[in-house]
């Protein structure tokens, strides 16, 4: 079976820190990524998807970045975070098949201080 | 264009009591609908999936949901409300572009 998994659960950075946010998939190949935020009292938010290895898409202008060095391997990153990056961050993966739901992580809870 | 309206930002029922989420949506197609349940600082896990075949859709923990195309709806709906139901729930409809439109997500409280 498919499992996502995600790390760290949860995380304290100072304004102005890098950020690296890694999340990796098992038990199927070739899959859709996506990072999602979830600012608190807001909905879902796409930052960014992948549908191969070193294909990214970025649906918003932001102060992060995304990366996909292996198949089954996402990161997201900053080189310098800001207050508002603070959130809820979820990574999930779906099969490159249309009408395919997403398969969620457990998140990490950013604060940035 | 996709649109998904979750029509109450809170539901609070008794335990044991019926559970009705309301999601009306807007597609230029007939797409896929999900209801998604998001516990406290968890990610989000699939209850349900409509992809054009029953329209009475059947998920885990007791719940389905009913697709409506006349009335463009896709409620989720449960018999019994236990104690574990109360989280955030979400409804999503997959776009053309293979991509997800999320619903602004409903609050179920569940009292004893």
């Known amino acids: 079976s498919q499992t996502i998994h995600q790390w760290p659960a949860t995380l304290v950075q100072p304004v102005g820190s890098p950020l690296s946010l890694e999340c990796t998939v098992e038990?199927?190949?070739?899959?859709?990524l996506y990072w999602y935020r979830q600012a608190a009292g807001r909905g879902l938010q796409l930052l960014f998807y992948s549908v191969g290895i070193g294909q990214i898409s970025s649906e918003v202008p932001q102060n992060l970045s995304a990366s996909r060095p292996q198949d089954r391997q996402f990161i997201l990153s900053s080189k310098k975070l800001l207050l508002s990056d603070s959130g809820f961050y979820l990574c999930?993966?779906?099969?490159?098949?249309?009408?395919?739901?997403?398969?969620f992580g457990n998140g990490t809870r950013l604060t940035v201080t | 264009a996709q649109s998904v309206t979750q029509l109450d930002s809170h539901v609070s029922v008794s335990e044991g009591t019926p559970v009705l989420l309301r999601c009306n949506y807007s597609s230029s197609y007939s797409p896929s609908l999900f209801w998604y349940v998001q516990h406290p600082n968890k990610g989000l896990q699939l209850l349900l999936k409509?992809?054009?075949?029953?329209?009475l859709v059947k998920g885990i923990n007791g719940f389905e949901a009913e697709f409506k195309k006349s009335e463009t709806s896709f409620h989720l709906t449960k018999p019994s409300a236990h104690m574990s139901d109360a989280a955030e729930y979400f409804c999503v409809v997959l776009n053309a572009g293979n991509m997800l439109t999320f619903g602004g997500g409903t609050r179920l409280m569940v009292k004893p």
């Open positions: 409509y992809t054009s075949a029953a329209t």
């Open positions: 999930a993966w779906s099969v490159q098949a249309g009408n395919s739901p997403l398969h």
């Open positions: 038990g199927t190949s070739n899959p859709n």
